[in-house]
């Protein structure tokens, strides 16, 4: 299996900064520093860092602040060797051009390891970006589509080893190898070529986060990693399934795409603590941030609302309402209030949290992956350092003791890590 560490440093559970020993820092890079090595010692495939181009005083303590994440990847490459280096950045409010040069930067500056998380922007960045408007779902995710082909044209401008650096001939570079891009669409117009060259795994690794009908798409036709939120084994292998039929019906590999839900382990040395530990955790949830951060997972202003009132109906279809759909379907199955759905919101937005031993926990996983639910998991520590620890040091020796997780890494790649071949030419 894979396995990504999600950082977010404040911690995935809103209350987490404030559990007993935790250390918290969107802004701290020694401990983003710190964890990264942590998974790179434990032979993570990659670490994540989400993006919001939009914050706000109630936002998620791990979502306030956040320092530009491929600001970050840059610095990481210079702190690790092997780690993958996957951030997300957004096709609606980006250039192609310069997200296409900066990711295919850090890829060929950390010799091959980095990967874009292709996000279209739920939330209206329209405010921060002299925009007139916040493209609807449909629209944002034909956007995204020409974006993509635009940047994978660009990375396609060099064929490798162009440097020949001949001086008795004079020549510096083979310009043969150099393809002038020319693309000219309803949204983009981008000449190129690109001005960095190919990294060692050719080129950056495709990563996409969206679940509903139009983000599957997307994700089908180009991603090599698909990023998810399941809770249930059945849905989640129906999803995971459903997806690499329609890589298959796009005419790719159903084996070089790796979809890997989001997981939030709890560890304990009885399931009994680990129940514990989450109850505890979920006491430190602040209620003052309810509205905010159900209205942001909702994509819906929920301002106002009686928390104790059941979960209001939300249509779900179309693009950018996979969570909502996630989170309503929650509600409605367990009967949830408005702020009992905030306690799911809070721990996880969503995302699976399995508490319990480290064997457990390992059964869990492996079990998800044998059943064809997953290739991997995107791992999603509490609080830091103790929630990604107790995880490295308990749960991974008992995946590698199985054969279920690499013991050390085979590759220097991402692409190596991830069993991805090397992009066509
Ligand atoms: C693991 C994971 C990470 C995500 N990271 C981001 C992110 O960093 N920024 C963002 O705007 N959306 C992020 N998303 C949200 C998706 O990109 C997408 O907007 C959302 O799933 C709604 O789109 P959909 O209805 O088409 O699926 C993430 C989703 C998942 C599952």
Redesign the pocket.
């Known amino acids: 299996m894979h396995l990504g560490l ?1 950082l977010l440093a404040a911690g995935h559970h809103a209350g987490g900064w404030r559990y007993p020993g935790a250390e918290s820092g969107t802004e701290n890079f020694g401990l983003i520093t710190r964890m990264a090595r942590v998974a790179e010692a434990a032979k993570f495939d990659m670490v994540f860092f ?3 181009l939009v914050t706000s005083a109630e936002a998620h303590p791990s979502m306030i602040t956040r320092p530009d994440p491929l600001v970050v990847l840059a610095m990481l490459a210079v702190q690790t060797q092997h780690i993958g280096l996957v951030a ?1 950045a957004s096709t609606t409010y980006s250039e192609p051009y310069a997200l296409a040069r900066a990711f295919a930067s850090v890829d060929l500056l950390s010799q091959g390891r980095a990967g874009w ?1 292709i ?4 939330q209206d960045g329209s405010v921060n970006f002299s925009r007139q408007r916040h493209p609807e ?1 449909t629209e944002r995710y034909a956007i995204a589509e020409e974006f993509v082909e635009v940047v994978q044209g660009l990375w396609r401008s060099w064929d490798p080893e162009p440097y020949v650096k001949d001086p008795a001939a004079g020549v510096y570079m083979d310009t043969r190898k150099l393809h002038i891009l020319n693309h000219a669409g309803p949204y983009f117009q981008v000449q190129g070529p690109l001005n960095v060259t190919r990294s060692l795994q050719g080129a950056p690794v495709l990563v996409q ?4 009908g ?2 599957q798409q997307l994700g089908a036709r180009h991603a090599e990693v698909i ?3 399941q809770q249930d084994l059945e849905e989640a292998r129906a999803f995971c399934q459903g997806l690499k039929q329609q890589v298959a019906a796009a005419g790719r590999d159903p084996a070089q795409v790796k979809v890997m839900p ?1 997981l939030m382990p709890i560890v304990g040395a009885t399931a009994a603590q680990a129940r514990d530990k989450l109850a505890r955790l979920q006491a430190y949830t602040d209620q003052s941030k309810a509205h905010y951060l159900l209205s942001a997972e909702l994509d819906h202003d929920l301002s106002g609302a009686d928390l104790d009132a059941p979960v209001p109906d939300l249509p779900v279809d179309g ?5 909502r759909k996630l989170l309503l379907g929650l509600a409605r199955t367990q009967k949830l209030t408005l702020r009992q759905l905030y306690h799911q919101v809070a721990s996880s937005r969503g995302h699976q949290v399995v508490a319990g031993t480290a064997e457990q926990i390992a059964d869990h996983m492996q079990h998800w992956v044998e059943a064809g639910a997953a290739d991997g998991f ?1 791992i999603m520590p509490a609080y830091f350092p103790a929630g990604l620890e107790d995880f490295t040091r308990e749960v991974v020796p008992i995946l590698q003791a199985r054969g279920q997780f690499r013991r050390d890494y085979a590759g220097r790649t991402l692409r190596e890590h991830l069993g991805l071949a090397l992009p066509a030419l």
Do not use: I, L, Y
Not at 119 to 122: E, G, L, N, P, Q
Not at 319 to 323: H, I, K, L, P
């Open positions: 999600f989400g993006d919001r997300t998380n996000v279209t922007t739920v779902s986060a969206g679940s509903s139009p983000g990023f998810t939120a989001g693009g950018g309402f996979s969570r995107n």
